[in-house]
Nanobody
Framework: QVQLVESGGGSVQAGGSLRLSCAAS????????MAWFRQAPGKEREGVAY???????RYADSVKGRFTISKDSAKNTLYLQMNTLKPEDTAMYYC??????????????????WGQGTQVTVSS
């Protein structure tokens, strides 16, 4: 069992920044893939970014160049630095992982462990 707890969400104006954190209950270096997803009201959950335990990252086109995913294995914590935020970034943000993964993607169907989410609201 893996428990994930997100924090760092809030309300900001367009152009602002936030850093999300996701604390894991296990040694994150043992997890091949960790990812951030988001879900806006009335929309499907979509992948935002992932990072492998080798440091490979991938981003959704909509956030490329603005968001940065990273992790601190010493703290068992995943981060998402979000800069130049836009109103369309407004959503509940979730971190996700799975012990069994040996591949990584932004397909939400791959992940069995999810946090409770943290709300990000960007006003224009």
């Amino acid at each position: 069992q893996v428990q994930l707890v997100e924090s760092g969400g809030g309300s900001v104006q367009a152009g602002g920044s936030l850093r999300l954190s996701c604390a894991a209950s296990v040694y994150t270096a043992s997890l091949y893939c960790m990812a951030w997803f988001r879900q806006a009201p009335g929309k499907e959950r979509e992948g935002v970014a992932y990072i492998t335990n080798g440091g490979t990252t991938r981003y959704a086109d909509s956030v490329k160049g603005r968001f940065t995913i990273s992790k601190d294995s010493a703290k068992n914590t995943l981060y998402l630095q979000m800069n130049t935020l836009k109103p369309e970034d407004t959503a509940m943000y979730y971190c996700a992982t799975d012990r069994r993964l040996s591949v990584c993607s932004l397909d939400k169907g791959l992940f069995n462990y999810w946090g409770q989410g943290t709300q990000v609201t960007v006003s224009s």
